[in-house]
């Protein structure tokens, strides 16, 4: 709410009703906004009143509250927003690269071969948990003639539970 520089008289009933709310637990903020009157008159009203450790304690309780409803609401707008980019960013990066060449997609599966793969005992091996790359690497088999027919595949649990 945003007081203007010019003073209006306020009734009595109006200023006792304040006075009141703020001796019930009421905070300055919410009296303000019932009221529609500028937090500093209310502050300025209810100056001389004594709050009891009750009522000290509900305006607290409440200021947590809507500090966790503040950020709850934050944190979900952040979220959504890293959505948005993030689906901003796949299009750029899509639209960027273009469509991969078969050397493309040879050099990448090398690349996923020397960080995940392995080779012993004649055995291929590739190992990464996302079926993304899991795919992709399955294609990639498919330039050398590999196909799925052609594999053995095995999944392995680590004991972390």
């Not at 009421?26 to 009143?49: P, Y």
């Not at 960027?96 to 996923?112: I, Q, S």
Request: hydrophobic share 35%.
């Amino acid at each position: 709410m945003v007081c203007s520089v010019i003073y209006l008289m306020h009734s009595v009933h109006i200023q006792y009703k304040a006075k009141n709310m703020r001796f019930q637990g009421a905070s300055i903020g919410e009296i303000s906004r019932q009221l529609t009157i500028c937090k500093s008159t209310v502050s300025f009203w209810c100056k001389d009143i004594e709050l009891s450790a009750s009522s000290i304690e509900k305006i607290m309780i409440k200021g947590k509250e809507k500090s966790v409803q503040g950020l709850l609401l934050y944190s979900e707008l952040k979220r959504k927003d890293r959505i948005q980019r993030h689906d901003e960013q796949k299009k750029e990066g899509v639209h960027f690269v273009g469509t991969l060449t078969e050397r493309d997609l040879l050099m990448t599966g090398f690349g996923l071969y020397r960080g995940e793969g392995y080779k012993s005992g004649g055995e291929l091996g590739f190992t990464n948990s996302s079926p993304k790359m899991i795919v992709f690497y399955l294609k990639w088999l498919k330039i050398f003639g590999i196909q799925k027919g052609d594999l053995i595949f095995r999944l392995t649990i680590n004991n972390v539970f």
